[in-house]
């Protein structure tokens, strides 16, 4: 594989023993080549690579551009471990296997622009590899990635978590609606209930599991509700027009369900929606509905078939990023509170 670098410096390679060791304009050198290389004076383009691991890096200064693209295999940047600094722009562009920034934990400083676009990435680990830079770009465009959920908030305490034992179905308003979620979404949907009842806001559930209907939205594959995945709530005794007027509401319902781990459909311009699918995505890709399929049949008739695909030990306790919703409630008072009333 051949790599072609664009330089614009066309000063000599200085190669002091000890010393950082400055390349030179080289057009048609391959990447093993730049092994020992510290600095690179000028741009650094990768493109069509067809490795899943690009060959180990020495490179702590770029002084141009580092773009890397079209390269649909290469799965993490470890390669560039070593470096701590881009004087020009930063392009990472049609990696969809690339699910880690890991490989760019050193870097502290890039001058320009960053383009990060159709990756395997979530907001979430962007906005944490931002948050590492010492010195943050001038702009950043983000598009395309795996999932757009911005990494959990924390959350405000509840004025008292002094709750004795979870709603019973039969006690919450569209409560039977529940009965056909994912046992740990129905708990913590209880919980949310309970939570809002003690700061007088009142809720109603209108919308659980939901039979799949292929015709329904022929533009999608299936809904988050055909699998016991997602609920609607909306504000007791208000029509679906009252955001603007029940916004303070809203929003505290809101916090409390992303402190509990679920995506709230705000971001899909859907107020009363709530889902909690880990590890998978928000809108459901051909290979995950084949998946769902083979476990509860092709119209998801089984669909409690699919629940262990979200448990515990099939997501992994730690995900910072929560992608499809945190496994591990995020806010540490909600998840110890909801496990001590599960245990009792």
């Not at 069509?48 to 890096?57: A, G, I, S, T």
Request: hydrophobic share 40%.
């Amino acid at each position: 594989m051949v790599l072609v670098l664009l330089i614009t410096v066309t000063t000599g390679c200085a190669t002091i023993t000890g010393a950082p060791r400055h390349c030179p304009p080289d057009d048609g050198q391959d990447l093993h080549s730049l092994d020992r290389c510290t600095h690179l004076q000028g741009d650094l383009r990768l493109a069509h690579r067809q490795e899943e691991n690009l060959p180990p890096l020495s490179l702590r200064h770029v002084q141009g551009d580092l773009i890397i693209a079209q390269s649909p295999h290469l799965q993490d940047l470890s390669a560039l471990r070593h470096l701590e600094e881009i004087d020009g722009d930063l392009h990472l562009i049609n990696l969809p296997a690339l699910t880690s920034l890991d490989g760019l934990s050193r870097l502290r400083a890039v001058g320009g622009e960053v383009h990060l676009i159709d990756l395997g990435l979530t907001a979430c680990q962007v906005d944490q590899w931002l948050d590492g830079l010492a010195s943050p770009p001038t702009r950043v465009v983000a598009l395309g990635l795996s999932d757009h959920a911005p990494c959990p908030a924390p959350v405000e305490a509840p004025a008292s978590l002094a709750l004795s034992s979870l709603p019973e179905i039969d006690e919450i308003q569209g409560g039977r609606l529940l009965q056909g979620l994912h046992p740990e979404l129905r708990d913590r949907a209880r919980l949310l209930y309970g939570l809002l009842q003690q700061e007088q806001i009142e809720i109603v559930f209108i919308s659980g599991h939901r039979p799949y209907d292929p015709n329904y939205r022929p533009n999608r594959l299936a809904s988050w509700h055909n699998l016991g995945m997602a609920f609607d709530l909306n504000i007791v005794g208000r029509p679906y027009a009252y955001f603007e007027e029940d916004q303070e509401k809203w929003e505290r319902i809101g916090e409390l369900a992303q402190g509990l781990g679920m995506i709230w459909g705000i971001r899909y311009d859907d107020i009363f929606h709530f889902e909690w699918h880990p590890n998978f995505h928000a809108r459901i890709r051909d290979h995950e509905f084949s998946l769902f399929q083979d476990l509860a049949g092709s119209h998801l008739t089984d669909h409690h078939e699919v629940f262990p695909l979200f448990d515990y030990h099939r997501v992994g306790a730690e995900d910072p990023t929560c992608f499809g919703g945190c496994q591990v409630i995020p806010d540490d008072d909600l998840r110890r509170l909801l496990r001590a009333l599960q245990d009792r």
